[in-house]
């Protein structure tokens, strides 16, 4: 099978460069978090693989062919964005055969078996659910439609608790009996920590990390205690980032955590959430 490979990818919209010169191999059966702040470029480079909008320059490819306006590429891959591709007054399970007609693989037993898992009220049009279960609903068909690339652009907001524990679960299981790419943005970052394997941070426009989850979280770590042992710690240290409370300061490192203990100081490693605001502030 084919991997998806972004070459020097920019898009810009008017004087706003929404992505510049990204370069991105997106492989097969692989769980991906697409990582970053508000505006960062998230959307654009799911919409500019998705052939949603052309880039300004660049190429993205699928093996040997573009994906850009190349119908036989597209059918590879599936997006969740925010639009809904459904005819506005079908209802959720004529649309569930409708998206069947489209994609060959699509597993309608599946479908409607989550869909009852979910509780979504399939009589009602698509276009009257709810926000959440519009979601959901949408969700399900990713989840059901059974091509290599899947793309879920931020797919649990607006979803409760418990429904976005369902979803993670349903996802995982999923993968687990067969597999295929996810690349899934979202800014609850830690509810995905568990979940991904590789993580893609993108900032303003450029891409910042790609890499897996475990390496990334290798790279960097934490030290706590008395503000003048850790600024004497820090010396010759690459921070990142520091908090500091009445005497007690933390400083967020990159570099290999160190093997030995340092009296009076506090070493750990950085979750997943810490390590991306502190590489993505400022
Ligand atoms: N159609 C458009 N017209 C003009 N500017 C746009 C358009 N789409 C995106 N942008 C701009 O491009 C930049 C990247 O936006 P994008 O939606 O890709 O970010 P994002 O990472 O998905 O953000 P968020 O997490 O807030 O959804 C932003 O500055 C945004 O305002």
């Known amino acids: 099978m084919n ?3 972004v070459q020097g990818l920019s898009k810009s919209f008017g ?3 929404a992505l510049k010169n990204v370069t991105l191999t997106i492989e097969e059966n692989k769980i991906y978090g697409l990582l970053g702040r508000n505006g960062a470029g998230k959307t654009t ?3 500019s693989i998705n ?3 052309f880039p300004t320059s660049g190429e993205i490819l699928f093996g040997e062919k573009s994906v850009i306006e190349n119908e036989d590429v597209q059918r590879n891959f599936f997006f969740v964005g925010e639009q809904l591709l459904f005819p506005e007054n079908m209802n959720a399970k004529k649309a569930i055969r409708w998206t069947k007609e489209f994609y060959p693989h699509f597993d309608e037993d599946y ?6 898992l979910f509780e979504v009220p399939i009589k009602k049009k698509v276009k009257s659910l709810s926000t959440g279960y519009k979601t959901i609903f949408k969700n399900i068909i990713a989840l059901s439609v059974n091509v290599p690339f899947v793309f879920l652009d931020e797919p649990v907001l607006g979803l409760d608790a418990n429904h976005r524990e369902l979803f993670y ?4 299981e ?3 009996n067969s597999p ?3 690349v899934i943005s979202t800014h609850l970052i830690e509810e995905v920590a568990n979940i991904v394997e590789d993580v893609i941070i993108i900032k303003k426009g450029e891409i910042l990390r790609a890499q897996s989850r475990d390496s990334l979280l290798e790279t960097g770590y934490s030290v706590t205690g008395m503000a003048n042992l850790v600024d004497q710690f820090c010396q010759d240290k690459e921070v990142i980032g520091l908090d500091a409370l009445g005497g007690i300061k933390s400083a967020y490192i990159i570099g290999e955590k160190p093997r030995e203990t340092v009296d009076g100081l506090d070493i750990s490693t950085m979750d997943l959430q810490k390590l991306f605001v502190k590489m993505t502030n400022a």
Do not use: D, F, P, W
């Open 3 to 5: 991997s998806i490979n």
């Open 15 to 17: 004087t706003v460069e």
């Open 45 to 47: 480079l799911l919409n």
């Open 51 to 53: 052939n949603r909008i």
């Open 111 to 116: 479908a409607k078996e989550l869909m009852s």
């Open 169 to 172: 679960k349903a996802l995982l």
């Open 174 to 176: 999923k993968y687990s």
């Open 180 to 182: 295929s790419t996810y």
